[in-house]
C-alpha cells in the first residue's frame, strides 16, 4: 500500500461545477497537509496548507482533514477553466528531519466552459 | 510572499557538458532547500535535501557526483549535472522551506 493515494483522473466538468478532490493516506505519523496545483510546465503552487483537522477556507478553496479516517479533501466552488490543472495532495510527518513531502500522484482537472 | 525562482528555465546542451541550474528565494531566507525531478505526467521525485552550509543528502538511487548541489547562501542553492546524457532530460523543481514548501517554476533540461 502507498504512503498517500490519489486518483489521478482525468476529471471533467463544467464550469461553475464544485469540484472535490481526495487522498487517503496510511501513515499516522503526518501531521501537515497541503495542496499544490501545478499547471503544465510549471511548477507547483501552494493552495491550502493546514495541520489540525476540521476545515480551512480560502476564497473558492476549502481544504478538509480527517485524521480520524486519514482522509483530506479540496473542495473548489464555481470552478473556473482556469482552475484547470494537475492538482497535487501533500503531506508531512513535521519539521527538522521529518520534513519531507509525500506526495499523491495528482490529479488532472479539466474545466469545461 | 515566499516566491522562489529558477534560472535557467529551459537549457539545451551537448551530451557530456554540465549544465548548472539556480534556484532562489526571493523574500525570504531558506535554510532547507529541495531539489526535485519529474518526468511527465508523473509526480515529483525528491532527488535532495540542500542545507545551507552543510552537505545535501541525496535520496536512494540519486548519484551525488552526478548531481553537485551548493547551498552556499540563505537564498541560493544551485544543482549543478555533470557529464550529462540524454537519459538526464526531465523538468527540475527546486523548492524553499518556509512554513512549508514553496516551489520554483522549474527548469526543463533537454540533453542532445
Known amino acids: 500500500q502507498k504512503e498517500v493515494e490519489q486518483d489521478p483522473g482525468p476529471l471533467s466538468v463544467p464550469e461553475g461545477a464544485i469540484v472535490s478532490l481526495n487522498c487517503t493516506y496510511s501513515?499516522?505519523?503526518?501531521?501537515?497537509f497541503m495542496w499544490y496545483r501545478q499547471y503544465s510546465r510549471k511548477g507547483p503552487e501552494l493552495l491550502m496548507y493546514t495541520y489540525s483537522s476540521g476545515n480551512k477556507e480560502d476564497g473558492r478553496f476549502t481544504a478538509q482533514v480527517d485524521k480520524s479516517s486519514k482522509y483530506i479533501s479540496l473542495f473548489i466552488r464555481d470552478s473556473q477553466p482556469s482552475d484547470s490543472a494537475t492538482y497535487l495532495c501533500?503531506?508531512?510527518?513535521?519539521?527538522?528531519?521529518?520534513?519531507?513531502?509525500?506526495f499523491g500522484k495528482g490529479t488532472l482537472l479539466t474545466v469545461n466552459p | 510572499g515566499a516566491v522562489v525562482s529558477q534560472h535557467p528555465s529551459r537549457v539545451i546542451c551537448k551530451s557530456g557538458t554540465s549544465v548548472k541550474i539556480e534556484c532562489r528565494s526571493l523574500?525570504?531566507?531558506?535554510?532547507?532547500m529541495f531539489w526535485y525531478r519529474q518526468f511527465p505526467k508523473q509526480s515529483l521525485m525528491l532527488m535532495a535535501t540542500?542545507?545551507?552550509?552543510?552537505?545535501?543528502?541525496?535520496e536512494q538511487g540519486v548519484e551525488k557526483d552526478k548531481f553537485l548541489i551548493n547551498h552556499a547562501s540563505l537564498t541560493l542553492s544551485t544543482l549543478t549535472v555533470t557529464s550529462a546524457h540524454p537519459e538526464d532530460s526531465s523538468f527540475y523543481i527546486c523548492?524553499?522551506?518556509?512554513?512549508?514548501?514553496?516551489f520554483g517554476p522549474g527548469t526543463r533540461l533537454t540533453v542532445l
Open positions: 501533500a503531506m508531512s510527518a513535521g519539521g527538522g528531519s521529518n520534513y519531507k513531502l509525500t
Open positions: 501513515n499516522s505519523a503526518f501531521q501537515y
Open positions: 523574500d525570504f531566507q531558506a535554510t532547507t
Open positions: 540542500s542545507n545551507e552550509g552543510s552537505k545535501a543528502t541525496y
Open positions: 523548492s524553499a522551506k518556509a512554513d512549508t514548501q514553496y
